[in-house]
């Protein structure tokens, strides 16, 4: 029988994270994944340049059903200590917009850095659990390749995002196998898509992008880039406010923030009266989508011939079009899974289960989950680096 201090189930960025701190400490290491290779998240993340953090990481980009949790592990080690961790390891990487920052080269360095990292740890993939028992000492893990007893057992799944790379609830079950309660999850960081009406109305602006364009929902607001799909919107601000918006609620679109468009139309009603509306729109907005507007207002005539009513239903279009889709396109393209293992069962310093000494939940598992751009990343790496210290 194989005993070990920590198991880890789980090698991705938490769960890498997690056994490089507890190597440090002394203890030994088993980190088991279901994948054929470790980091797969990590591999296709920003278009293979891995956004491995954000230098404007704090509490306020990060969502749960309990707001203050996320603040220990982010103070405990923060993205500075990450930027540091791969300075060290010689890793060339540049700050893109709003702060993010990128690997100059591959993602792979990150990997090749956590492995390095976990130099002396166990590591197993193609590994499935195929069941977890509770010991006088610790657990007992049944797995393919095996079983293993362990004093600490550490959950590092992820959430079902990103199916097709192998991600599931199986944290979830775990943390409901030892009676923790998880809040139900849902597709985060994902496009959304439109009904039939919506779709007859945009069905000639599949790639058209507006940048920027500022998107709101229940109180969030994000100025960023935009796409129109062939089935609904995607783009940077449509993938941050879908984690704020619920089935059945509303978007507003400002597809011109930096224009007031009522403002602009009147003054273009004097300065080029017998122009056609849509060649107006075109000025401040993508030809195909301008045509769509000025089609869709029914106002699609020359300047001089609309008056203040018709112009401030235009407006309204550009500067505050309200959107209610018909959903999201799911796990198959979510960037992380909302909710999870509920923070009320956890340690905000350490993550260790109330209910059950010695069981760990880091990383997207857990109800905790950050806005687009390498938000995440420092969610896993601070989590897995506080329960390395303690597990």
């Known amino acids: 029988m194989n005993h070990y201090n920590v198991m880890i189930v789980g ?34 993340s920003g278009g293979g340049r891995c956004n491995f953090t954000n230098l404007n990481s704090s509490p306020l980009q990060f969502l749960s059903q309990n707001e203050h949790f996320c603040k220990s592990a982010l103070k405990q080690y923060t993205q500075y200590d990450f930027i540091a961790l791969v300075d060290r390891h010689g890793i060339k990487w540049h700050e893109k917009t709003l702060g993010q920052l990128f690997c100059d080269d591959s993602a792979q360095q990150i990997i090749t850095m956590l492995r390095h990292e976990c130099d002396g740890a166990k590591i197993q993939t193609e590994t499935e659990i195929l069941g977890i028992e509770k010991t006088e000492t610790g657990f007992h893990v049944r797995t393919t390749r095996g079983d293993a007893d362990c004093d600490s057992l550490v959950i590092a799944t992820g959430g079902p995002s990103i199916p097709k790379i192998g991600a599931s609830g199986f944290g979830y079950k775990v943390a409901a196998q ?26 000639n602006l599949s790639g058209v992008a507006v940048d920027p364009a500022v998107v709101q929902a229940n109180g969030a607001s994000f100025r960023e880039a935009l796409l129109f799909t062939h089935r609904g919107l995607s783009g940077p601000a449509i993938l941050q406010i879908s984690s704020y ?40 907005l993508p030809a ?25 239903i235009v407006a309204a279009m550009i500067n505050a079009w309200t959107i209610r889709p018909q959903g999201n396109e799911g796990y198959r393209t979510a960037e992380v899974a909302l909710g999870g293992v509920d923070t009320n069962e956890l340690s905000s310093k350490t993550f260790e289960a109330r209910k059950m000494p010695g069981l760990y939940f880091i990383g997207e598992v857990v109800d905790v989950t950050g806005w687009l751009g390498g938000y995440n990343f420092q969610w896993a790496w601070s989590s897995g680096w506080c329960c390395g210290q303690a597990c």
């Not at 994270?17 to 054929?36: P, S």
């Not at 496009?191 to 069905?203: H, N």
């Not at 195909?288 to 401030?312: C, H, N, P, W």
């Open 11 to 44: 090698a991705g960025a938490a769960g890498l994270m997690c056994a490089a701190q507890a190597l440090k400490r002394g203890r030994t290491v088993l980190v088991a994944d279901h994948a054929k290779k470790i980091g797969e998240k990590i591999r296709i």
């Open 178 to 203: 030892f009676g923790l309660s998880v809040i139900e999850p849902r597709a985060g960081l994902v496009p959304l898509t439109f009904g039939a009406d919506l779709l007859e109305m945009t069905k």
């Open 245 to 284: 918006v619920l089935p059945g609620q509303n978007i507003t679109v400002n597809l011109a923030p930096d224009v007031d468009a009522l403002s602009f139309l009147k003054d273009a009603r004097i300065s080029a009266p017998r122009k056609i509306l849509h060649n107006i729109l075109s000025d401040i």
């Open 288 to 312: 195909r989508l301008a045509e769509m507007i000025a089609t869709y207002s029914g106002f699609d005539i020359v300047m001089a011939d609309l008056s203040d009513k018709k112009l401030q």
